[in-house]
């Protein structure tokens, strides 16, 4: 009989999106369920558990601090691991492990494992920064294996004394679940395939395409990335913003300012969340992301293994996979001149930085490609349950 392990996160999207792929492969050697918030198609835990081909289970979770519905979640866990008895149980994303892995240890769950996967609590301040500090406290605590994604992330928690240094290891050079390279790959689309989607966007042939993937929200950066892209354009009318993904209004919300400008300038291309990024990151030039906090950037990954140079932010995950003006720029985060600098620089000069497009792909192919990851997990896996020496 197969040994069984829970994997939860606090929405769909990440059970499906983020970790792509990898449950379907873990469930070859081991009876995988998953468990995440229900969800609304096309990203519902329904949707998830048959494309992954795996036995999924509800259980509501919000990604705000709600006490009482927490309480109910922990419950509902704790009854989910009584009844299937999982030798393992492996969290995602901050309040799916709060909740999961509490929920592991009430149960004594032998092998409780959570990945860190970026901070939010390394933008808070005063009682919100306290408060979140003994959320990630409380979880590593629960814990039996905490797994940065980063190895920046891995110097934080222990700089802050979150977990001990027995408990924390990153897997192989980083990244939750790698990046499907054959996927993830510039010669899928053709110059007509290129032209096409341009010319729907009104984006011209001459346009240098800049583009950013990911959420539309403060800690993104996207406030400083309009600012400079809307002071870069005054100079250069060649130029334009591409702005794949969703606004988090409630969340995490732009300034008025900021969005002021995004309607007034026509440069800026906002086309909402999409399905597949891959036509607009081939479309582009470069990818723009300065994000203040991250785990191991998968829009970096994407749009690397597409040949694109980037402009990050100097942060964990982003400065591990970009070497300054080696495949891309480093900037400090939140700062705006630095960053229509950089974005000036790449215009105007190409050999900014020293690989080119297939040079950069070859990188994330070496790394990072999604199968090297999962034999890394999966190996991760064998080593603690085939153990004797259970915690």
Request: proline share 5%; glycine share 6%; charged share 20%.
């Amino acid at each position: 009989m197969k040994k069984k392990i829970i994997r939860i996160t606090t929405v769909p999207g990440s059970l499906g999106v983020l970790l792509d792929g990898q449950l379907k492969y873990m469930s070859q050697f081991y009876e995988i369920i998953g468990i995440s918030s229900a969800g609304k198609p096309p990203l519902s835990l329904e949707k998830v558990g048959q494309k992954e081909n795996i036995r999924v289970i509800p259980v509501e979770m919000s990604r705000r601090i709600t006490f009482f519905k927490d309480l109910k979640g922990i419950f509902q866990l704790c009854r989910i691991f009584w009844k299937e008895k999982p030798d393992m149980v492996h969290t995602h994303t901050p309040k799916a492990g709060l909740l999961g892995m509490i929920a592991a240890y009430i149960t004594r769950v032998p092998h409780r494992l959570h990945t860190v996967a970026g901070m939010p609590l390394l933008e808070a301040t005063g009682k919100k920064r306290n408060l979140l500090d003994l959320v990630e406290k409380v979880t590593y605590f629960c814990a039996t294996h905490v797994y940065p994604n980063s190895f920046g992330l891995q110097e934080i928690i222990l700089a802050n004394q979150y977990a001990p240094q027995k408990k924390v290891k990153v897997i192989g050079h980083g990244s939750s679940n790698g990046i499907d390279t054959s996927y993830f790959d510039p010669t899928l689309f053709d110059v007509q395939d290129k032209a096409t989607l341009a010319q729907s966007l009104n984006i011209s042939n001459d346009d240098f395409v800049f583009v950013f993937v990911g959420r539309l929200v403060k800690d993104k950066g996207i406030n400083e990335l309009i600012a400079a892209f809307t002071e870069l354009s005054k100079e250069n009318h060649n130029i334009v913003l591409l702005l794949v993904g969703g606004f988090e209004a409630e969340l995490d919300p732009l300034l008025p300012e900021t969005l002021a400008l995004m309607d007034a300038n026509k440069k800026i291309v906002s086309v909402g969340w999409q399905n597949d990024v891959r036509p607009y990151l081939a479309m582009a030039d470069s990818m723009v992301f300065p994000s203040y906090r991250e785990g191991f950037p998968n829009a970096v990954l994407q749009s690397a293994a597409m040949g694109l140079p980037s402009i990050v932010s100097d942060i964990n995950g982003c400065n591990e996979i970009v070497k300054n003006h080696v495949n891309g720029i480093i900037v400090a985060p939140k700062n705006t001149e630095q960053l229509k600098n950089a974005m000036a620089s790449l215009l105007n000069n190409r050999d900014t930085v020293q690989l080119n497009s297939g040079e950069i792909r070859k990188q994330i192919q070496d790394h990072y490609k999604r199968q090297v990851i999962w034999e890394n997990i999966l190996e991760e896996y064998n080593q603690l349950l085939l153990s004797s020496n259970t915690p």
